[in-house]
């Protein structure tokens, strides 16, 4: 059934409609997806479904205990607003993949555990709850809901940003898309260190601190929030969009520095195992570092002094990187910052790269001059095929 253009005929209609979304959600993800132990809870959640008419702002939820809340108005505002008609069935998709995420309430009051889903832990009884992180969850229901659909989702953008961060280097050692998002339908923190590659406690403790700060940049929990505004004299209450943004804008050169040590690393060892041109090394980090922009403006001239930790902390990444490159390839570190930079600016869109600050691109105007560009790579090129 589709919502119509007239919208819901009914209320029974509606509600019929929603149950059908929920099972053909799980029936698919069961068909095609190995739950484990996670099955146990997944039986729990559906055997006592219940689907409510809910009255709050949000379109549909779903909470501890199988509770799902749905509003008719919602799914018809949703579709009227944006003109897609499968946007209804993506919010209440979203929200089955909730169900399929989260522990079955009598095993998390038997384990003590106010709330979970997949790895993600919350205690009643902890100050600060430092390992549950709702971006994680709600970017990881949303991915998993578009793949039933196609197109690139619609909300939580910001989330899904650094979702779509934390993959990108999983890529680079042959994971799929898919796989990041996965990992909430599973409940062990010790299949993320693997899947991670994770394996001293520094490396799952940085892992850890990283997916919390995200949490701060994205939700900024009450329980974190009373602690941080006590100390620095901040009213508790009013939790201002001022203090707010002071505190972000504090934990993202941090988060993209992290996030950028996993990127290289695993480039490092795709080197190593495969054989890659320059354009093709180019590419990847140009991405990566067009990935970063949705994260921390470092191009802005306006945000350097905001950013120049980060800057300088990203530059001495990549030279190490280039370093290590340059004892490979014979070319010099200057030769490879020269290229990369060439590579940048013949991109389709321009992207500056980090390492040279706020310095303007160069132009690129005459046929001749992008030939003399394109040669200076070639050369390169065929120095690193002549080692």
Not at 104 to 132: C, H, K, R, V
Not at 282 to 308: A, C, K, N, R, V
Not at 339 to 360: H, M, N, W
Request: charge should be negative; aromatic fraction near 12%; proline fraction near 3%.
């Amino acid at each position: 059934m589709q919502i119509s253009e007239e919208g819901i005929q009914t209320v029974e209609d509606y509600f019929s409609w929603v149950c059908q979304v929920v099972t053909d959600t799980v029936n698919q993800e069961l068909s095609g997806t190995d739950f484990g132990v996670q099955l146990a809870s997944i039986d729990w959640n559906l055997a006592n479904l219940k689907i409510l008419q809910g009255s709050t702002f949000a379109n549909a939820s779903y909470q501890k205990g199988s509770l799902m809340q749905v509003r008719p108005s919602g799914a018809d505002g949703m579709v009227g607003i944006t003109g897609d008609e499968m946007e209804a069935h993506k919010t209440v998709t979203h929200e089955a993949e909730h169900l399929l995420q989260n522990m079955a309430e009598p095993m998390q009051e038997e384990l003590g555990i106010s709330q979970n889903d997949g790895f993600t832990y919350q205690w009643d009884d902890l100050e600060i709850n430092f390992l549950y992180w709702t971006w994680l969850i709600e970017a990881s229901a949303e991915r998993l809901a578009a793949v039933f659909y196609g197109p690139e989702p619609s909300t939580y953008g910001s989330m899904l940003g650094y979702l779509d961060s934390l993959t990108m280097p999983a890529l680079l050692r042959g994971k799929q898309l898919i796989e990041v998002p996965r990992l909430s339908q599973q409940p062990y923190l010790e299949t993320v260190f693997a899947f991670f590659d994770c394996q001293s406690k520094e490396e799952q403790w940085e892992l850890l601190n990283l997916l919390y700060a995200v949490e701060l940049i994205q939700v900024t929990p009450d329980d974190f929030w009373e602690d941080y505004a006590a100390v620095y004299g901040l009213d508790v209450a009013a939790k201002s969009e001022d203090d707010l943004a002071v505190l972000r804008k504090s934990l993202k050169p941090s988060v993209c520095l992290t996030l950028s040590r996993y990127f290289y690393r695993d480039l490092s060892r795709l080197l190593a195992e495969e054989e890659m041109t320059l354009r093709e090394l180019f590419y990847l980090m140009s991405m990566w570092e067009f990935d970063l922009s949705g994260h921390i403006l470092y191009d802005d001239e306006g945000q350097l002094e905001d950013t120049e930790q980060f800057l300088c902390a990203y530059t001495d990444l990549q030279d190490r990187f280039f370093v290590a490159l340059a004892v490979s390839s014979g070319l010099t570190v200057q030769a490879l910052r020269e290229a990369f930079t060439v590579y940048l600016c013949r991109c389709e869109v321009p992207r500056k790269s980090i390492l040279q600050g706020d310095e303007a691109w160069p132009a690129l105007g005459a046929p001749q001059e992008k030939a003399h560009l394109a040669e200076a790579i070639h050369a390169a090129e065929e120095r690193l095929k002549k080692r």
